[in-house]
């Protein structure tokens, strides 16, 4: 069975190209004349969605960057925003509804609007966005359907701004450095990779309330939360290229009360061009955080917790590999913000989240019909 999927409707040489154009026009207002001289401001980012992961990581992260700063927010509650206008020090006329992004336009203290909603609200949020004539920053899962990855994609085109995916893990050392091992083979390519990312979303108190647990705004369950992570981690090991099919079943549901909407649990198994499988596991049901890549001369083991905030520890046949700790949303909003300003295309492109969203598609149809799905990526 194929899973269905739509043509990407942007080339990714038309992208880049794109991107070097929206970064040309970005940089000319805040560079100063001489062309070596530092920008004159930082860039400034607005955030779209004031729940927990802007609340406790994007925001406190925004402080500490040194290329872009929080000027701005969408919020369906103005008091809350007027709060984060006085903590972060914007202006109250850089306070936004969603239903009123429009007003972004003209507003020249924000550069780049980051999307941090329910999953099945970034398509509106991110090509109002693009309408208003910013650069999007779009959090994962890039959406809930490839379509709505396609519309996103379309709509930043068609605007001539830059639209990355908010996958932070790209630019942490560690992460960055399993991804040379991979890409420079230096193991020889890897073949055999295992992996699984969850937490035990079911006895927590959350379970009540998060969107997570419903179909409309999620998408999915684990796969479309945790599994991505999952999923990214298998392309990285193989330079980024896609699996050409997958095979995948649904865990068993321990607590129907909970898990009525979205699985509880899913495993899969991605099969690449060159004979390379990477099985893979993502639940709501356990504590887990690893990845393991293995090649016929060495293997790597990002070791628990691979995906999580924490520093990750990144093992290999020849030993274990020291990187600097860093605040993963400050790297990740910095490098966005330097390859922004330098015109360099971004490590996490929005054909990079419509890649994993054709592959999580493809598994959940594999896990419903039980066979073995091609991806279209
Ligand atoms: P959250 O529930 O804490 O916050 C979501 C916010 O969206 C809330 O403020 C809510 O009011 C607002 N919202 C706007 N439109 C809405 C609508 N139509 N329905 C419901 N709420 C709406 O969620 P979160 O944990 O902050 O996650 C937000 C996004 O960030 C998700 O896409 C999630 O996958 C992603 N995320 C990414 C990471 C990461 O490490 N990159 C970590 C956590 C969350």
Redo the contacts with the bound molecule.
């Keep these: 069975m194929k899973t269905p999927h739509s043509e990407s409707p942007v080339s990714r040489r038309a992208f880049l190209g794109q991107l070097s154009a929206a970064a040309a026009l970005l940089a000319a207002p805040i560079r100063s004349r001489a062309s070596d001289a530092p920008p004159r401001r930082k860039l400034g980012v607005a955030l779209v ?6 609340t406790y ?1 994007l925001g406190p992260a925004l402080r500490k960057t040194a290329l872009c700063r929080l000027s701005g927010v969408v919020t ?1 509650d103005r008091v809350k925003g007027e709060k984060w206008a006085r903590d972060y020090g914007f202006p109250e006329a850089n306070i936004f509804g ?1 239903d009123s992004m429009e007003r972004m336009a003209g507003n020249r203290d924000i550069d780049v609007i980051y999307v ?4 099945s ?2 398509a509106e949020n991110c090509i109002a966005a693009a309408k208003a004539g910013k650069h999007v920053i779009c ?3 890039m959406a809930t359907s490839v379509a709505d990855c396609d519309s996103i994609i379309s709509a930043c085109r068609d605007a001539g701004v830059r639209l990355t995916v ?1 996958y ?1 893990l790209h630019y942490e050392p560690h992460h960055a450095e399993f991804a040379r091992l991979a890409r420079e083979r230096v193991f020889g390519p890897f073949m055999r990779m295992a992996g699984a990312n969850g937490f035990e979303m079911g006895s927590s108190s959350r379970a009540r309330t998060d ?1 997570r647990l419903d179909r409309r ?1 999620a998408g999915g369950g684990p796969l479309m ?1 945790m599994g991505v992570y999952v999923v990214q981690a298998a392309c990285m090991a193989k330079a980024e290229a896609a699996p050409v099919s997958v095979t995948a079943r649904f865990g068993p549901v321990t607590l129907p009360e909970v898990f009525s909407e979205v699985e509880e649990s899913i495993e899969w198994t991605m099969e690449f061009a060159d004979g390379a499988q990477a099985r893979c596991r993502a639940s709501y049901a356990e504590q887990v955080s690893n990845f393991r890549a293995e090649a016929d001369h060495g293997w790597a083991q990002l070791e628990d917790p691979a995906f999580y905030y924490e520093e990750p520890f990144l093992t290999t046949s020849r030993g274990s590999v020291e990187r600097p700790k860093v605040n993963h949303q400050v790297v990740q909003l910095d490098g966005m913000a330097a390859e922004l300003l330098e015109g360099r295309p971004s490590l996490a492109p929005g054909e990079m989240g419509r890649r994993d969203m054709a592959i999580v598609e493809a598994i959940y149809a594999a896990a419903r019909s039980r066979g073995r799905v091609d991806v279209r990526a």
């Design positions: 969605g004031l729940g927990r992961y802007s990581q369906g969603y941090v909603t329910p999953n609200v970034h959090e994962k899962p908010g932070r969107w705004l939360d």
